[in-house]
């Protein structure tokens, strides 16, 4: 190639990749024109009435702004009110009461771990540092009632740090961060659908398109109306677990053959926007399956309650076979994938309890019990004997099994999967004993929207913040990186949506 050839073809691949850059901006670029007339102003929109969102309009609120929530579906909460209710508390009274030894940096590092060190590492530690204050910030603030006797442990935790709310529900949280809005005078406003947002020539974000009285999932419901936001517009319209189209895109695996935990509502709609408007997005490809999931419920349900609280701290988990396959503690991907490997060679992931393990659970959350065992959710047995022959696993190999398990609970080690053995686990010897199918579904997007500290968006063309534009919760990724650890997603929403609420604010 001569030099004059040469030169053609660096000039030709420059212009070549200015026009891509030039077809990537407008491809970014705004659907929605700033209207030459705003129906109505604010000083601050969030979008999404979860746990992030009612937080973010809280400390807006009381910073002075003049606040509105939209929420698109006909109730509030999204998925937060119908979440377990367990939230990340490392420090608080639980966790010395029960003499658990607890830090900081520990927290940190299990989240770390957990996501494969895809995490943000400061953003990971204003989680951890926060807390203890963030659990006292629910109790003092807005009122939150915990069980101030139980603590538990969800898997890739290395000791039990979550405590529970209750009613034994993320809406135990939620009513009260409701309640808190129409003490402060914010507006949550339902079947109010964001359909565009809105950057004006400048880049910043200046309101959004919506449709009042939309009537999910008819896009085209609803009366079009003009928001501008004075100061910012915060985003925590949560995961899309719930869209199977979308998230198949992400990780082709998940089918609708999967059922998932989230409420209809846990759609791709302002991701698809968010990407439109120049928005970038990382990780949106880690989704994770809770693996604790009951078939016999729709949703979430509440059967992940004794498969986690009583089987997996305080009993165990079995293939049909009678054998153990998975450290019943681990991180959720580790135990989905490994409970997916026992489903392809036609076997079922069974978890298993006695009386000992089922009177913990009952104590964290009084009444449940009974809420499993008769509607058959969780099935009793007086022996082991009936237990093993109502799942079709051979007798002799559970309780070879069982021997292993209790072996580990008098030396508090698990030499077979490393499980972490509590103070208060004993060994399963007698009945009455208690069992359920566990199958994982569909449960939360790790991955999102870019944030920086103050939990501004990025743009995805010069990683800068746009103006106006913040988001905080399940919309965001970069925090959890290639597994979230349960219990921290009520921690991760509410830290970051008071931060997103006091920064939009100023």
């Known amino acids: 190639m001569t030099n004059q050839s040469r030169r053609s073809f660096l000039q030709g691949s420059i212009v070549g990749a200015a026009a891509l850059a030039s077809a990537s901006v407008v491809q970014a670029a705004p659907r929605s024109k700033v209207p030459a007339k705003w129906d109505e102003t604010v000083d601050v929109i969030v979008v999404g009435s979860g746990f992030a969102g009612l937080a ?126 129409k003490e402060l005078g914010v507006e949550v406003r339902l079947r109010a659908y964001v359909e565009h947002i809105i950057r004006d020539d400048k880049g910043r974000v200046v309101g959004l398109e919506v449709r009042e009285g939309y009537r999910f999932p008819k896009k085209d419901s609803g009366k079009v109306k003009f928001i501008a936001a004075r100061k910012g517009v915060v985003l925590c319209y949560g995961g899309f677990s719930a869209d199977v189209k979308f998230r198949q895109m992400h990780d082709p695996k998940l089918t609708d053959k999967f059922s998932t935990t989230n409420q209809p509502g846990a759609t791709g709609e302002l991701w698809r926007e968010t990407y439109n408007i120049g928005c970038a997005q990382i990780q949106n490809d880690w989704i994770q399956c809770g693996p604790w999931s009951n078939p016999k419920e729709k949703g979430m349900g509440i059967g992940w309650t004794f498969t986690q609280s009583a089987a997996a701290e305080y009993g165990l988990w079995v293939n049909t076979k009678g054998q153990r396959f998975v450290n019943e503690l681990a991180n959720r991907k580790v135990r989905a994938d490994a409970i997916f490997a026992e489903e392809a060679k036609g076997l079922k992931a069974v978890a298993i309890a006695n009386q000992y393990g089922a009177d913990k659970l009952e104590a964290a959350r009084p009444g449940i019990m009974k809420k499993l065992v008769e509607p058959n959710i969780v ?43 509590n103070n208060e686990f004993k060994p399963l010897t007698e009945g009455p004993w208690y069992a359920a199918i566990t199958s994982p579904k569909v449960h939360h997007c790790m991955g999102g929207l870019l944030t920086n500290m103050k939990g501004q968006v990025l743009d995805i063309m010069d990683q800068e913040p746009i103006p106006g534009l913040y988001a905080a919760g399940e919309a965001t990724g970069g925090i959890h990186g290639a597994v979230r650890l349960g219990s921290c997603a009520i921690l991760d929403c509410l830290v970051n949506g008071r931060i997103c609420g006091q920064e939009v604010a100023k």
């Open 56 to 181: 973010a309009a809280i400390e807006a609120r009381k910073a002075g702004a003049k606040v509105v929530v939209l929420e698109k579906m006909p109730t509030p909460g999204g998925n937060s009110i119908i979440n377990g209710g367990i939230l990340t508390a490392t420090g608080c009274p639980q966790q010395l009461k029960h003499g658990i030894k607890d830090s900081v940096d520990l927290l940190a590092q299990d989240i770390l771990v957990a996501g494969a060190y895809l995490n943000d590492p400061a953003k990971v530690r204003v989680l951890a540092e926060h807390a203890l204050s963030n659990y006292e910030w629910t109790v003092k603030e807005l009122g939150v009632e915990y069980n101030l006797d139980a603590i538990g442990q969800e898997g890739g935790h290395s000791v039990p740090r979550y405590v529970f709310t209750k009613n034994g529900s993320g809406s135990g949280i939620v009513r009260k961060e409701l309640d808190k809005c």
């Open 379 to 421: 099935s009793k047995y007086d022996t082991l004997e009936a237990l093993a022959k109502d799942f079709n696993i051979p007798l002799d190999e559970l309780k070879k099994t069982l021997a292993q398990v209790n072996e580990s609970a008098k030396t508090k080690n698990d030499k077979p999967f490393g499980r972490y053995i």
